[in-house]
């Protein structure tokens, strides 16, 4: 594509590196920048730029936080003693929508995944079983809820080994069938999970 | 939904005034760029702020432009006694990817849209015309490539009787079934100006 201004070429090209935003949308929406008052533009970078100027991680947790201990950690209210190990804050995000969960989190910063060389030390995993072992006991379960893909079932099974010293229940989020789900639309893979995983009807 | 820093919150907000991106778009490219090099944020925001600060209009033309006169007002190889009346900059890029015009352009800025605020006055009509004006009968063809909307026709009705006192053709782009489009399926407007505007084969 030929663009009438270089300023434009260099901001839809810079726009376009954003996941799922190729270069017609980009230009879209440079020239919605354009066209609109300039104070929207610089409103626009300047949160990015505080965003990213600021942003900090909880010590415990390593979420995203504004304070040195994230709201979560710092809750009175929360189970101190259950710590829920997820990939990234999308989830600690997508948990606390559910509001079934009062525990604390444990964020990794992804999975393990040889094919990207992330390895376990790219992770926060030393982290989380430093925090288990000065827990002194404290902790009592660690409930895995990463995705279930191959670099998820790696990541989960490293953890339990790295684990298994410590006298806590390492549990898993439970797979199965959607809530909503068709029995006959469901993978095989997930349906016999979910036959084996079958509980108690109560 | 909850955030867990005021910063990604803020950011959110911002990213999501952009045109056709929701709350969970921006928050998942919010949190891409937090996951990424800081630099990335730095050479987005930048590429923005610069387009915002330096970005100019061909004075002529008013196509966005590096310079005072576009590069299509000051190529010797574009025919100057024909002008293309578009409403946007993006209308420009298109009919360039033609290759099949090689006049110059007079980008209006948008249509005019009672129901929007828009009136003539907020358009580049008055600078179209006192363009036409100071050619002193050098322009030949004006040709009106509108949308085909209603404030299109508007538009294209109010340009038409402003340049009547000139003696120029003013001619609109053809309005028909588009090439590969199925007859079948042919809404009754436009198949209908297709017929009204049927060309000689030959």
Redesign the interface.
Known sequence: ????????E??V???S?????GKK?A?????????EN?N??????N??????E??RFCDTCH????EEE??ICRSQRREKSIICVVE???D??AI??TSQYAGVYHVLGGVISPMNGIGPSDLKIDSLVSRVAQANGAIKEIILALSPTMEGDTTAFYLNRRLKDFTLKVTSIARGVPVGGDLEYTDEITLGRSILGRTLFN
Do not use: W
Not at 1 to 8: A, F, R, V
Not at 17 to 21: D, T
Not at 40 to 45: E, M, R, S
Not at 63 to 66: K, L, R, Y
């Open positions: 594509m030929e663009y009438p201004s270089k300023l434009i260099d901001a090209n810079e726009v590196k954003l996941p799922g935003i949308t230009l879209r929406l440079v020239l919605h920048l354009v066209k300039e929207k533009t610089y409103a626009l970078t949160a990015l730029n505080k965003l990213r600021n942003i979420n995203i936080s504004d994230c709201s990234e804050t999308q600690v995000m606390e929508n």
